[in-house]
């Protein structure tokens, strides 16, 4: 049985691990796709395709050698496969980028936004998430209320699972879109990235499709940007500006997603 090595699934620790590339998302150059500093990063909206990695620039960064200056740890024996380079392993890992990164993170600014301005109460939004009827498909993912203390530190878990997440922020705007004004911003930040999320978790896609997820991914960072002067984007912000590229390349990024790899954790 003769095959060949297409691309290697993972999370980003585990592929960063994997490919030889800085496994601290604090570092310098994070990203295994792009060379972009992480200065860079924090209100880059699109995709540099001058800043992307190579077969060329990665040679180069080995042999450097300096972890600080080029984010490659060391050069991975995988590239000795006849038809695979680190380089070309475009699997984005986005259960953890979306679902337990960027998703609980501006739900949770948004939410203390609305809050914030009177639109609801975390009460009155807590009775809505225990009283709306999920239906049979979404009954197993009900997320669970909300806690003050999980609003006041969006840097921190919601103590929801990843299907809990999904589940809540595609249901949210039937369960208190009745009450948020339709010009609010914070608002429209939320349903700016649940339309990316349509794209990027869709079984399929077409490639004109993926010229428009670019666009609504610029118009999602630049709006975080502009409402939240005082933060900045973060790494896995970053990841999604690159998964228009790499659906190009692979096609729709849901057959790669490690979620059905996490959800065996609990047979172990």
């Not at 994070?30 to 880059?44: D, I, L, S, V, Y």
């Not at 990316?196 to 991914?217: D, G, Q, R």
């Not at 005082?230 to 790669?256: D, E, S, W």
Request: aromatic fraction near 10%; charge should be negative.
């Amino acid at each position: 049985m003769r095959f060949s090595v297409a691309q290697f699934c993972g999370d980003n620790l585990g592929l960063n691990a994997l490919l030889g590339f800085t496994e601290s998302f604090s570092s310098n150059y994070f990203c295994r796709t792009c060379k972009a500093h992480k200065t860079t990063t924090r209100t880059q909206t699109k995709e540099d395709v001058t800043l992307m990695r190579n077969e060329v620039n990665h040679a180069e960064d080995v042999r450097h050698a300096n972890l600080s200056e080029t984010g490659v740890r060391r050069d991975s024996v995988l590239n000795n496969l006849s038809y695979f380079h680190v380089t070309h392993n475009q699997v984005a890992d986005i259960m953890h980028d979306l679902l337990e990164g960027v998703g609980p993170y501006e739900l949770k600014l948004v939410l203390s936004s609305l809050i914030e301005d009177k639109h609801l109460t975390l009460e009155k939004l807590n009775f809505r998430i225990t009283s709306f009827d999920y239906g049979f498909p979404d009954l197993k993912n009900k997320p669970s209320v909300i806690g003050k203390h999980e609003l006041k530190n969006p840097e921190g878990a919601m103590h929801q699972s990843a299907a809990q997440t999904w589940c809540l922020l595609r249901l949210l705007p039937c369960m208190i879109g009745d009450l948020i004004p339709e010009d609010n911003k914070h608002w429209e930040l939320l349903l700016l990235l649940l339309d990316c999320m349509e794209f990027i978790i869709s079984p399929s896609l077409t490639p004109e499709a993926t010229v428009y997820l670019a666009a609504i991914i610029d118009e999602h960072h630049s709006l975080f940007l502009e409402l939240y002067p005082n933060l900045h984007l973060r790494p896995k912000h970053h990841f999604m500006v690159h998964y228009p590229n790499a659906i190009l390349k692979l096609g729709p990024l849901v057959q790669f997603w490690s979620m059905r790899f996490e959800a065996k954790h609990g047979f172990f």
